[in-house]
């Protein structure tokens, strides 16, 4: 599997040096809904009023290296306090999306949560490669949980980091 898109010891590719939102894609759908590029002047703060129950429903990176392996995901305890961490984010798909910061509103309004899961829990990788091809290499990755047991920290649900060691949090 790939067109940017993995779940064990792969790697997807991202552009170096260039932001990119960190977010599950069920949120993506609830910021389409909710959302659109017209009334939001801070488009982070306006994106969280989304989410009232969470605190922490996606972060932003600033891309330090031009990959990303599963590995690299570290699953953190919720009961922590996160201090208004910019690098902590939540899922609740069990899978995250890195959407580059400059083609996000376009990425938002073609996007469907329905058409990724084609109805069902399995992911449609027809349609990830569509979009895949439509942004280019590097512009939006795909990270599926591989699961319990799978020797990775990323499992599914749960709140989550990428290690500092490969990006840098835009806000630290």
């Not at 017209?38 to 605190?55: E, G, H, M, Q, W």
């Not at 570290?74 to 995250?96: A, Q, R, T």
Request: with cysteine; proline share 3%; charged share 25%.
């Amino acid at each position: 599997m790939n067109n940017n898109a993995l779940n064990s010891d792969q790697e997807i590719k991202i552009n170096l040096g260039e932001t990119y939102f960190v977010i599950d894609p069920l949120y993506v759908s609830d910021i389409k809904v909710k959302l659109s590029n017209s009334d939001c002047p801070n488009l982070d703060a306006d994106i969280r009023k989304v989410f009232p129950y969470t605190k922490i429903p996606f972060s932003k990176y600033y891309a330090r290296e031009a990959v990303v392996r599963i590995n690299q995901v570290k699953k953190l305890d919720y009961s922590e306090k996160f201090g208004g961490n910019p690098s902590v984010f939540c899922i609740d798909s069990g899978s995250f999306i890195l959407i580059n910061e400059s083609i996000f509103w376009e990425f938002i309004k073609d996007f469907d949560y329905d058409d990724l899961y084609n109805g069902s829990e399995i992911i449609d990788f027809s349609y990830w490669k569509d979009l895949s091809l439509k942004y280019g290499e590097g512009n939006i990755g795909l990270i599926i949980a591989p699961g319990i047991n799978s020797g990775f920290e990323f499992d599914g649900d749960g709140t989550y980091t990428i290690d500092e060691g490969f990006y840098k949090s835009l806000n630290q």
